[in-house]
């Protein structure tokens, strides 16, 4: 069958990323001799649109996405444009709009990446954060000068949003994760000893939900220790479960500790597929490095392959997953993992391996 994605490059290394996962996936669909294919449209979106237009996305782009399988994002961001407007101008607009409730962020370490965590070659990290990804912090309530007193007295107020189904589904959903995984464990994240009301909702709702899943080992960690556990204690972790703000830094984090920001993919899920899912490299548009062929693939080509699994086709994203390590342990590494290697060769080997 035939699968359409919208490809949306955005802005910086986005639309070098996405250029070559769009490369690595029609390889694979080539190779499948009709099995399945793929049927991209791409726009335009992003700040150069929004310097031009005044608008980030067309006032009927989300109309023009809502059809199609999935879509395939870059980054969104650029200096020419402040970061509020554009991340909310675009990125969470499709988020929201499209209820992309679940965002997952698997981290594992890669052969011949040197990681800060790694002590010796056969240690093992895998891990997978789930973002609660429609409310909490990022629910965009508040307002500017709410003292009325203008510069030098203004009052800012930033909420976070807590409801107890966004709780509840975004819990169930990692409870669900976790038992597909070797390691049967679900860590909640909170702040919940300083912020008395939403996180505390939160840890009821966990405690809850956890009654229903008996087999799977949990714990609550705060957030400031569960980012020295990142650290110190990486293999006592499998599904970590976290708040929209939370979860952003905590994976960050989880990326760096692999190896690079440049490694990590992720997937925006709507997982009653109502709507499209988007799935996107954890990192920005990367202005230092942008256009010079030096942005690692790997986040967006990992993006591709939950891609797969979101399209039922998991052995194929079995097979971009193998691609990737056997990339890595040849030592064909772009320059964030300690390589010399361009965005296009690492593509080529991609393709390449995926013979192996
Ligand atoms: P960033 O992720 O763009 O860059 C952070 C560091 O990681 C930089 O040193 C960069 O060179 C490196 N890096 C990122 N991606 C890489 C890759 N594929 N290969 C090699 N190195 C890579 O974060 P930063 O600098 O804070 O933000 C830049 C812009 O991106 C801002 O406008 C920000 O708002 C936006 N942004 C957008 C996101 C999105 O669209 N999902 C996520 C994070 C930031
Ligand atoms: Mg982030």
Redesign the pocket.
Known sequence: RTFRIAAIP?????AE?VAAGRTVLDALAEDSRGAFSFDWEEFPWGCDYYAKTGKMIDDDGLDRLKDFDAIY???????NVP?HI??WGL?LKICQSFDQWANIRPVHFLPGVQSPLRKADDTELDWVVVRENSEGEYAGLGGRNLSGRGPGGEVALQSALFTEVGCERIMRFAFDLARTRARCKVSSVTKSNAQQYGMVLWDDVFKRVAQDYPDVETESVLVDAMSAKFVLKPEDLSVVVASNLNADILSDLGSALAG???LAASANLNPERRFPSMF??????????AGQG????I??VGSAALMLDHFGLPEQAARLHKAIQATTAAGVL???VGGTATTEEVTKALIAHLAD
């Open positions: 955005a802005d910086g290394v986005g990323v994002f870059g980054a969104v961001g650029w200096p970061d554009s991340l990125r690079s920001l440049g996107e490299p954890v990192h920005g548009s990367a202005p230092d490095i030096l942005a690692n693939p986040g967006a772009t320059r964030d």
